[in-house]
Each structure stands twice: as C-alpha cells, then as structure tokens.
C-alpha cells in the first residue's frame, strides 16, 4: 500500500487565518453555508474534508475570544476610571493619550517640526508645557521613528509567517 500523502497543518495556515479574518470583521457568519464559504477562497481547497469542522470549531472559538475580549476590556475601562494614570516613572505626566500626543501628531502631519526647532515648537501649545524640552524632543523623535518603523516591522512580520 503506498504511503498517504502528508496533508498540510490546518493550525498554522494562511487558509485559517483569512478565515478567522472573515470571521472577526463579519464576513462569514453562523448562518452561511458552510459549502458558500469553502467556495469563496481558493485557499481553502487542500481542506475540503473537514472544512465544515474547521468553520464550526473557528467560529465557536472566535466567539470565545469575543467574550473574553468584551470582559477584558471591560475591566481594564472601570480600573482606568478608579485608577486613571497620572505620571510616568519619571514623574512627568502620561504622554500616551494626552492631549499632548494628539496635537503632537498634527503638527507632525502639518510639517512643522521641520519649520520650528523642538524649543520653538513646545512655545507653541501649552500642552507641551508639562514635559521639559528634553522630554518633549525625545516624543518628536519617537513618533518621527514610529512612522518610519512601524511598516516596515509589520512587512517584516507579513514576510516571517509567510503571508
């Protein structure tokens, strides 16, 4: 008898990840047909077998990570309103979120922190009055080297799981 072929994992698949995709953004549903799905993406070929079993295991563990999420998140909110964060390790005010950031990053997209020096544009807004100017030089270069990084770290990353 001739050995059977070694059928991929489904685990582990792009097949698996675009239909959890699907799944987490609405696309598929409990109540489509599991044959419409299966023919809606070629990837899903080498699974024809236990596609049905796939879709039902995938759906019932996205609605239990739905769940957890929910509460999580939930959690997280009503310990953020008891406990709001007020400074950083160095005493300073909480940079992330602040209303600091927010403008930080239109001055950004509007250019200028190429027509201002960092001293200049902290003397703009009072909101960058709470951070010295060394603080607030460093979150100009954070945020200048976080959009340059960031596509690249998520190619990378594309590119490392094969996707």
């Known amino acids: ?15 698996r990840h675009l239909l959890q995709t699907d799944i987490v953004g609405g696309i598929v549903t409990e109540d489509d047909d599991p044959e419409d799905v299966y023919a809606s993406r070629p990837e899903y070929a080498p ?43 160095r005493g300073y005010p909480v940079f992330q979120g602040s209303e600091a950031e927010k403008r930080l990053k239109e001055d950004i997209d509007n250019g200028l922190h190429e027509q201002y020096k960092p001293i200049e544009l902290r003397q703009l807004r009072a909101e960058y009055q709470a951070w010295p100017l060394e603080v607030f030089r460093n979150h100009i270069h954070q945020e200048l080297r976080a959009r340059i990084e960031r596509p690249y770290w998520r190619q990378y990353k594309k590119e490392k799981k094969g996707w």
Do not use: C
């Open 47 to 89: 699974w024809k077998d236990n596609f049905t079993k796939y879709l039902k295991s995938l759906l019932a563990i996205v609605e239990r990570e739905k769940k957890y999420a929910d509460i999580a998140s939930s959690a997280l909110e009503n310990d953020r309103r008891l406990h709001p964060p007020k400074n950083d390790p």
């Open 1 to 15: 008898m001739p050995p059977k072929k070694k059928q991929p994992a489904w685990r582990g698949s792009y097949a």
